[in-house]
């Protein structure tokens, strides 16, 4: 999604969360002063044509690991849940709130690490960024510039999706959504009911 079309929608998130647009500016930009590479097009590499699972991280994806086919993108956590269970991920969207130290060994391993840069996420960005020393892709929610790019989509997931609709993938699959999921928090619950609406404007009906 181009950002003209995708800014009216994250208006409504920032006024729907009270998060604020400066702040993804200011955390934008923290990024992109430690980003030395784009690895933008091995990303595009992997989905280019291709069919793309996108895992998130709900209760129901240790299940739905069989159903899993192409190019694999994980959301955030859910990396670590497939690692432990043998599936490395071709590329994982981060915000970095759920980093750990798999995740700097998997990008070592050649998993892209896409990192989302956001005004409650700086310090993470600034603690996490300089320890890949694998491939790495830089996002923001705001206006995309240089090295720091913006397909459109909110949290990690429905990014993912986005990101393998601009790419060019084929067909984008779901394994690990729930987004009825009633065992989170509030403002889990309201990123989830954004990821479906942010979802159905691609044409997926989660
Ligand atoms: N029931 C669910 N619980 C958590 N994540 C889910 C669920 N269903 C789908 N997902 C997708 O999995 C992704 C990764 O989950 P994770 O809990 O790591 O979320 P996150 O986006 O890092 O959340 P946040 O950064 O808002 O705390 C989410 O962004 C969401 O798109
Ligand atoms: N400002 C801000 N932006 C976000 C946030 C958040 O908590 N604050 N969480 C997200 C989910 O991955 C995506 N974007
Ligand atoms: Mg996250």
Known sequence: ?????????????????????????????????????????????LIEGKTVTVCGNAPCLPDEIEEIEGTVLAADAAAEVLAARGVRPDAVFTDLDGATDVLIEMNRAGTIVVVHAHGDNIPLVRNWTPRFVGPLV??????????????????????AAFTAHALGATAVRFVGFDLDDTGVDPVKRGKLAWARRLLALLGHDL
Do not use: C
Request: hydrophobic share 40%; no cysteine.
């Open 1 to 45: 999604m181009k950002f003209e079309e995708w800014e009216p929608l994250y208006e409504e998130i920032l006024a729907y969360f009270a998060f604020e647009r400066e702040g993804d500016e200011e955390a934008a930009r923290v990024l992109a002063g430690l980003l030395s590479r784009d690895d933008l097009p091995a990303l595009r590499a």
């Open 138 to 159: 830089g996002t923001t929610q705001a206006a995309p510039f240089g090295r720091i790019h913006n397909f459109g989509g909110f949290s990690d997931g429905d990014r």
